[in-house]
């Protein structure tokens, strides 16, 4: 069932479940629409904001990490907004958990609230949302910054991992708040009313917050992609030297290595029963190298 606080004439109904029991009270109290409770019902539903004559249904998604704290995950928000009452649904961000418990922890040792309608309720609870959402970008922000500190390092194992996962990060991010951008600007320009008057100033404050959240993405997206280029380039480069080297020796033992093994098969050949044919072919070979090695650094190729 559903916990409730009550804050002066406002009651905020909270339940992590969707069970039938819960569904069918909302049914039955506040005759919620049949495609509400439905959405209720589903997961991965879209952002968006449903009117009503007397209430409006809002799904809002928002980002968390995971337990390893690497991944970036998404959690709906589900919310029904009526003049007296707020109610949150189903497995929330942690966010509103942790909201709902500190409100009712104020509400048992009775402490005044500064809480007076619906609405600045629901502002209170996004205003949190996006706080936290906040903090999460400019963590992504910091990861971005330790990659790009990384990158000239020896051993590249663990900037490609981080790189990957942080990509990965920022395209998730960009899918949870790039549809949302519209939603709250309806709430800002007043197109979704609400029931408190003189609350454009509040929902334009949290319309600077997804601003400002939605432009980081951005920034650090086209970082992310403009350190990937470098990466590779590096990378690339890094292969090339190695791949260069290589073959100089190469170029270098091939006429040595011919020598050995011309002078190690079982035919007559020049000077091989003289008993100075070793050290000539030594000094031979000595020659052979440092003619080649001259020859490379001649041409700047070594």
């Known amino acids: 069932m559903f916990d409730v606080v009550k804050i ?10 969707t069970s039938e029991e819960n569904l069918k009270f909302l049914l039955d109290e506040f005759h919620f629409h049949p495609l509400d409770i439905e959405d209720c019902r589903s997961i991965n539903q879209r952002s ?3 009117e009503y004559d007397d209430y409006y249904f809002l799904i809002l998604h928002f980002p968390y990490l995971d337990k390893s704290q690497s991944f970036v995950r998404t ?3 589900k ?3 009526g003049e007296d009452y707020l109610i949150t649904i189903g497995k929330t961000h942690w966010t509103v958990d942790d909201t709902f418990k500190k409100v009712k922890s104020q509400e048992q040792d009775k402490e005044a609230f500064q809480i007076g309608t ?3 309720l629901l502002y209170e609870l996004l205003d949190r949302l996006m706080k936290e959402s906040l903090t999460l970008i400019k963590r992504m922000g910091a990861v971005v910054e330790l990659i790009s500190r990384q990158m000239f390092e020896k051993r590249p194992e663990r900037t490609i991992e981080l790189m990957s996962i942080t990509r990965k990060n920022i395209i998730l991010l960009n899918t949870i708040f790039k549809p949302q951008l ?3 600007t309806r709430l800002e320009s007043g197109d979704i009313e609400g029931y408190a008057e003189n609350m454009e100033e509040y929902w334009g404050n ?3 917050y997804y601003q400002k959240v939605w432009d980081l993405t951005e920034d650090y997206d086209e970082l992310i992609a403009g350190l990937s280029r470098t990466f590779d380039s590096l990378l690339g480069n890094r292969t090339n030297e190695i791949m260069k080297m290589l073959t100089l020796i190469s170029s270098i033992l091939l006429p040595l290595t011919f020598i050995t093994g011309l002078y190690g098969m079982n035919v007559n050949l020049p000077f091989q029963n003289n008993p100075n044919a070793f050290l000539f072919l030594i000094i031979l070979m000595i020659g052979i190298l440092a003619f080649m090695i001259f020859v490379f650094k ?3 190729w070594m």
Do not use: P
């Not at 002066?8 to 479940?17: D, M, P």
């Open 118 to 120: 619906s609405d600045a």
């Open 75 to 77: 959690q709906e928000v």
């Open 182 to 184: 519209r939603l709250f």
């Open 206 to 208: 949290i319309l600077d």
């Open 48 to 50: 968006k904001i449903d």
């Open 8 to 17: 002066g004439n406002i009651r905020w109904y909270h339940s992590s479940e």
């Open 79 to 81: 919310v029904f907004w």
């Open 298 to 300: 001649k041409r700047r």
